[in-house]
């Protein structure tokens, strides 16, 4: 069974900068594409960003182009997100998802295995 864990998150003004990782244990991270996902209060889950196994293909929500960027360690079992530029709009629960084909459609129905959150707040 693939294990998640986010970290990472935090307080941060606008303009600022974090930068997200997903851990993983229990099965090695890379035969799958990760993807990264965020829920903000009353909201739904919306897809940020994916990334294949070998890290070769990636594809960004049109929100967050040119501000995040997504990379793996696969040695270090580990996806992360940098996220700069941050906006008040960002702030959400940031989660981590792995499924084992790649999609460049965020669409967190496809993926199967989930993190428990990391909270990202974007306040002035």
């Known amino acids: 069974q693939l294990q998640l864990v986010e970290s990472g998150g935090g307080l941060v003004q606008p303009g600022g900068s974090l930068r997200l990782s997903c851990a993983a244990s229990?099965?090695?991270?890379?035969?799958?594409?990760v993807g990264w996902f965020r829920q903000a209060p009353g909201k739904e889950r919306e897809g940020v960003s994916c990334i294949s196994s070998s890290g070769a293909s990636t594809n960004y929500a049109d929100s967050v182009k040119g501000r995040f960027t997504i990379s793996r360690d696969n040695a270090k079992n580990t996806v992360y997100l940098q996220m700069n530029s941050l906006k008040p709009e960002d702030t959400a629960v940031y989660y981590c998802?792995?499924?084992?084909?790649?999609?460049?459609?965020?669409?967190?129905?496809?993926?199967?295995?989930w993190g428990q959150g990391t909270q990202v707040t974007v306040f002035s």
């Open positions: 998802g792995a499924q084992y084909y790649y999609s460049e459609e965020l669409n967190p129905g496809e993926y199967d295995y």
């Open positions: 229990g099965l090695t991270l890379r035969y799958y594409a």
